[in-house]
C-alpha cells in the first residue's frame, strides 16, 4: 500500500552481471529497522535475475504450479531470486518468527477474504507488506499489518482519530485491504497486477500499462513500473513458496505465548481503560495491547451510538461478570480538553488520558508507547457490555 524502501544491492560477481543474489548487507540484515521508535518494514529488496540451474528450476516451479491456485503463481528467475534470498542466513529465523504468527493472522485474513470474494493466498501480501505486524510504520507513513497510507485509509472505510488508528487492527484493516485488491483486480483484470498497484498505487500501474501499448499482465508492465514495484510481485510469489515449502530448508516456526490463546470480543459502549481490563482479569497489560493494538492512548473510546470491540482472552463466566460490575462501578464524567467531548469514564482511562496530554506537550510522538508483536488464535463470540 505504499511503496517500499528498499535497498539497492550490488549483486555482480567477478565474471558475470547476472549473479546469485547475496544476503542483505551485515546493517540490514533483518527484515524490519527501527525509524524512531516505530517499525519499518524492508521486505521486498532490489535484486537481479538469479542464475537458475534447469535442476533447481524444475523443482521451484512443480512445487509453484502444485499450490496455485486463482492467483497465477509464475516462476521465473526473479522469483528465485527471492526464494534465495528469503531462505538463506538471518532471513530464516525471521521467517520461523512470521509462521508462528499466522497461526493468529491467517484465519483472519482467510475469514475476510471468503467474505469479500477475493484469492485466500493473497493472505501473504500482508508477510511481505509488514511481517504480520500491526505496529509496522514505513519510513512514509504507511502503517498497519497492511501497510495503509492515511488518505487511502479513509477512502476504504478506516477511522483514526486521536484514540483509535484501525489501520493497525487485523480485522478492519483486512477488510480495507480486500476492499482496494478487489477494486484493482476489477480495473485491470490480473490479480499479479492488482498486487502490484497495492504497492505503488493505480495511477503508476495505468501508466505502465499506457507505455506496454495496452497489456495488463503484470510481466508485460513489469519494465515501466517503479523499481521497487518490480519486485515486489516477484516477492510475493517466492514468500507465498517459503510459507508452503519452509520445511524444505529446515526453517522451524517459533511459538508464541499468545498463538494458542483463545479469545472473546466484547462490545463496550462506555469509555473504558485497558489498564482496568487487565487489572480486572488478572491479565498483563502488555498481552491485552497484544489483543487491541488499535487503541493508541490505552482507552476504549466506546459510546451508546458507537460501540467499540474490545479482544480480551478467553475466560470463566465469572471473570465477565466481574468485569461488568468493575466498569459500570468505577465509572464518572471528566471534562476532556477542547477538542474532545465529554464522556462516560473510568478514573484510569481518565489518568491514561492526562498522561498520554502532558507527553504530547512533550513531544510530538509518545515516548512511552510500546510497540508488541501479536499472535493469537482468534475464534470470538460478542459479549455485549453495556
Not at 28 to 52: E, K
Not at 231 to 255: D, E, L
Amino acid at each position: 500500500m505504499k511503496r517500499l524502501f528498499v535497498s539497492v544491492f550490488l549483486l555482480c560477481s567477478l565474471n558475470a552481471v547476472n549473479a546469485t543474489p547475496k544476503l542483505f548487507p551485515d546493517s540490514s540484515r533483518t527484515f524490519v529497522q527501527s525509524r524512531d521508535g516505530v517499525q519499518d518494514t524492508i521486505m521486498v529488496p532490489v535484486l537481479n535475475a538469479a542464475q537458475v540451474s534447469p535442476y533447481q528450476g524444475s523443482i521451484c516451479k512443480r512445487r509453484l504450479d502444485s499450490i496455485q491456485k486463482d492467483v497465477p503463481l509464475d516462476y521465473n528467475a526473479y522469483v528465485q531470486s527471492y526464494i534465495d534470498t528469503y531462505t538463506m542466513g538471518s532471513q530464516r529465523e525471521s521467517l520461523g518468527r512470521i509462521l508462528g504468527l499466522t497461526k493468529y493472522y491467517f484465519p483472519i485474513y482467510e475469514k475476510v477474504f471468503h467474505d469479500a470474494g477475493i484469492p485466500e493466498e493473497i493472505k501473504y501480501l500482508s508477510i511481505v507488506e509488514s511481517q504480520l505486524n500491526p505496529y509496522a510504520v514505513s519510513r512514509v507513513g504507511a502503517t498497519g499489518p497492511w501497510q495503509f497510507m492515511g488518505p487511502t485509509a479513509k477512502i476504504y472505510g478506516l477511522n483514526m482519530d486521536t484514540y483509535v488508528d484501525e489501520r493497525r487492527d487485523p480485522i478492519q484493516s483486512s477488510y480495507a485491504a480486500a476492499a482496494y485488491l478487489k477494486d484493482a483486480y476489477q480495473q485491470f483484470g490480473d490479480w499479479l497486477t492488482a498486487i502490484a498497484s497495492y504497492n505503488c498505487g493505480k495511477s503508476n500501474v495505468l501508466r505502465a500499462i499506457e507505455q506496454a501499448n495496452g497489456a495488463t499482465d503484470f510481466w508485460s508492465i513489469q519494465k515501466y513500473l517503479p523499481v521497487e514495484t518490480r519486485g515486489y510481485v516477484p516477492a510475493y510469489i517466492a514468500v507465498t513458496y517459503v510459507m508452503n515449502y519452509y520445511k524444505k530448508y529446515n526453517i522451524v516456526p517459533q511459538s508464541s505465548n499468545l498463538s494458542v490463546m483463545k479469545t472473546d470480543t466484547v462490545l463496550v459502549n462506555k469509555f473504558i481503560s485497558l489498564n482496568s481490563v487487565a487489572r480486572v482479569l488478572n491479565i498483563s497489560l502488555a498481552q491485552l495491547t497484544q489483543l487491541n493494538p488499535s487503541y493508541k492512548v490505552m482507552i476504549v473510546n466506546g459510546s451508546p451510538s458507537a460501540p467499540k470491540t474490545l479482544v480480551i482472552p478467553q475466560s470463566a463466566k465469572e471473570k465477565y461478570t466481574t468485569l461488568y460490575n468493575s466498569i459500570n462501578a468505577d465509572l464518572g464524567y471528566i471534562q476532556l480538553d477542547k477538542n474532545m467531548l465529554k464522556y462516560a469514564t473510568d478514573k484510569a482511562a481518565e489518568t491514561e488520558l492526562n498522561s498520554y496530554y502532558r507527553s504530547k506537550k512533550r513531544s510530538r510522538r509518545n515516548p512511552n508507547r510500546q510497540y508488541f508483536s501479536y499472535s493469537v488464535n482468534h475464534k470470538a463470540q460478542q459479549i455485549s457490555i453495556d
